[in-house]
């Protein structure tokens, strides 16, 4: 026994990294399988429906015409996150001659918050791909976190397998097109699932740094900072992590939100100035429901005389709106914890009560993942085949849906 006692010894710390991978890719190893293959599926699908039309070609440049199909995952909020990653920002406020509509300044690059650009850049710089490769390896790299993002939440409640059934409702949601393109969607949902996590399981400086990333990210990180702050609150309360990592969180979560927006107001010589640049150049501006609810009576009825339709893809977003509502007291039916809830109310919230592109809010609903916990924790049930099944048919119609519709019938 003597005699070996200092093999084991020996031999413990050359293996416990080969356990931890293997431990790692049986833990994550089919999350990270189910959801590259239905994205996959959907991708070739979306492709394939843009190839054999050829629409592609016949658009503006700049918001989708190409030699090759898949340009168009390089359009539209794309082609400006390309623009940043390239030449960086110059904010300002500049009319467009003689306007007189909603229209009235001309777009600039600081309306898109600066963390994806960024990093399209330093992933540039280290692998020599150009701003469309850097940008899509970034947000196919950041789709594959927040799936595990949103297995690892949904796990807590439901298990492995609505784990599993979660990260694959996001691969095939409406919307989800986006997820591998130039887009900052995947980013996003990458870190407010991992903040929410790090919430649940009370890592309050890790929930405090993903938060902050999060605001130099998207404006509706506005959303992430008020649940984490109320979850904060409510530990304080409780005095269960002590004071210091709950009031450090909630003081480093606003900054990157709040700190990009005193950027951009200081260099437009005026505080407010993304806001102004929001409504002027986007017609992008919070009116309490006023849009969302004149599309909701219009296109059920065959309307489509509001602001900037998009008929096909309006009538899904039409659809998204409605699921959403209707899985949203089937969330709360579940008791999740406060930051879900928080986080989930407000994001609907922001999104419905803009005005704004409506065939855009399939995709601004993508965050929005604690409303797949219901559906996640039924689909438990199924068999693991069956589940495959179902979710890998979904993932051939999103090439449709998430993608076509999105692209090139409306704007993701």
């Given at each position: 026994?003597?005699?070996?006692?200092?093999?084991?010894?020996?031999?413990?710390?050359?293996?416990?990294?080969?356990?931890?991978?293997?431990?790692?890719?049986?833990?994550?190893?089919?999350?990270?399988?189910?959801?590259?293959?239905?994205?996959?599926?959907?991708?070739?699908?979306?492709?394939?429906?843009?190839?054999?039309?050829?629409?592609?070609?016949?658009?503006?440049?700049?918001?989708?015409?190409?030699?090759?199909?898949?340009?168009?995952?390089?359009?539209w909020d794309g082609w400006w996150y390309q623009q940043i990653a390239l030449?960086?920002?110059?904010?300002?406020?500049?009319?467009?001659?003689?306007?007189?509509?909603?229209?009235?300044?001309?777009?600039?690059?600081?309306?898109?918050?600066?963390?994806?650009?960024?990093?399209?850049?330093?992933?540039?710089?280290?692998?020599?791909?150009?701003?469309?490769?850097?940008?899509?390896?970034?947000?196919?790299?950041?789709?594959?976190?927040?799936?595990?993002?949103?297995?690892?939440?949904?796990?807590?409640?439901?298990?492995?397998?609505?784990?599993?059934?979660?990260?694959?409702?996001?691969?095939?949601?409406?919307?989800?097109?986006?997820?591998?393109?130039?887009?900052?969607?995947s980013l996003y949902v990458a870190l407010a699932a991992w903040a929410a996590?790090?919430?649940?399981?009370?890592?309050?400086?890790?929930?405090?740094?993903?938060?902050?990333?999060?605001?130099?990210?998207?404006?509706?990180?506005?959303?992430?900072?008020?649940?984490?702050?109320?979850?904060?609150?409510?530990?304080?309360?409780?005095?269960?992590?002590?004071?210091?990592?709950?009031?450090?969180?909630?003081?480093?979560?606003?900054?990157?939100?709040?700190?990009?927006?005193?950027?951009?107001?200081?260099?437009?010589?005026?505080?407010?100035?993304?806001?102004?640049?929001?409504?002027?150049?986007?017609?992008?501006?919070?009116?309490?429901?006023?849009?969302?609810?004149?599309?909701?009576?219009?296109?059920?009825?065959?309307?489509?005389?509001?602001?900037?339709?998009?008929?096909?893809?309006?009538?899904?977003?039409?659809?998204?709106?409605?699921?959403?509502?209707?899985?949203?007291?089937?969330l709360l039916r579940l008791r999740p914890p406060a930051v879900l809830v928080?986080?989930?109310?407000?994001?609907?919230?922001?999104?419905?009560?803009?005005?704004?592109?409506?065939?855009?809010?399939?995709?601004?609903?993508?965050?929005?993942?604690?409303?797949?916990?219901?559906?996640?924790?039924?689909?438990?049930?199924?068999?693991?085949?069956?589940?495959?099944?179902?979710?890998?048919?979904?993932?051939?119609?999103?090439?449709?849906?998430?993608?076509?519709?999105?692209?090139?019938?409306?704007?993701?």
């Amino acid at each position: 026994m003597t005699a070996t006692l200092p093999r084991i010894r020996a031999a413990a710390p050359g293996s416990a990294p080969g356990a931890r991978l293997r431990a790692a890719a049986r833990r994550h190893g089919p999350v990270l399988a189910l959801f590259g293959t239905l994205k996959l599926a959907g991708f070739c699908s979306f492709m394939y429906l843009l190839s054999s039309t050829g629409d592609h070609r016949t658009r503006d440049p700049r918001f989708g015409g190409g030699t090759h199909a898949w340009d168009v995952l390089a359009t539209w909020d794309g082609w400006w996150y390309q623009q940043i990653a390239l030449h960086g920002y110059d904010p300002k406020l500049v009319p467009v001659p003689g306007a007189t509509g909603l229209i009235t300044l001309e777009g600039n690059s600081a309306a898109f918050f600066p963390l994806y650009p960024a990093l399209m850049r330093l992933t540039s710089a280290v692998t020599g791909l150009g701003s469309y490769g850097a940008g899509l390896l970034v947000a196919i790299a950041a789709s594959f976190a927040a799936a595990l993002g949103i297995h690892a939440v949904a796990q807590r409640f439901g298990g492995r397998r609505a784990g599993l059934a979660a990260a694959g409702l996001w691969a095939v949601w409406p919307g989800s097109g986006v997820e591998w393109a130039v887009y900052s969607d995947s980013l996003y949902v990458a870190l407010a699932a991992w903040a929410a996590y790090a919430v649940l399981t009370r890592r309050w400086l890790t929930a405090g740094v993903l938060t902050f990333a999060a605001g130099l990210n998207r404006p509706t990180a506005v959303a992430l900072i008020a649940a984490l702050g109320v979850a904060a609150l409510f530990s304080l309360r409780r005095r269960e992590d002590g004071v210091l990592r709950p009031v450090l969180a909630i003081a480093m979560a606003p900054l990157g939100l709040f700190g990009y927006l005193l950027w951009v107001g200081d260099r437009m010589g005026d505080l407010g100035g993304y806001f102004k640049l929001q409504s002027g150049a986007w017609a992008h501006s919070f009116d309490y429901g006023k849009q969302t609810w004149d599309v909701l009576t219009s296109v059920p009825v065959g309307k489509f005389d509001y602001l900037f339709a998009f008929p096909f893809a309006d009538v899904i977003s039409v659809g998204v709106i409605l699921l959403a509502c209707a899985l949203l007291p089937l969330l709360l039916r579940l008791r999740p914890p406060a930051v879900l809830v928080v986080y989930t109310v407000l994001t609907l919230a922001l999104v419905l009560g803009s005005q704004q592109i409506v065939a855009n809010i399939s995709r601004y609903l993508l965050p929005c993942f604690p409303l797949f916990l219901p559906l996640a924790a039924a689909m438990r049930r199924l068999s693991l085949p069956v589940l495959c099944t179902v979710l890998s048919i979904a993932a051939l119609a999103s090439g449709s849906y998430a993608g076509y519709a999105l692209f090139e019938l409306g704007v993701p």
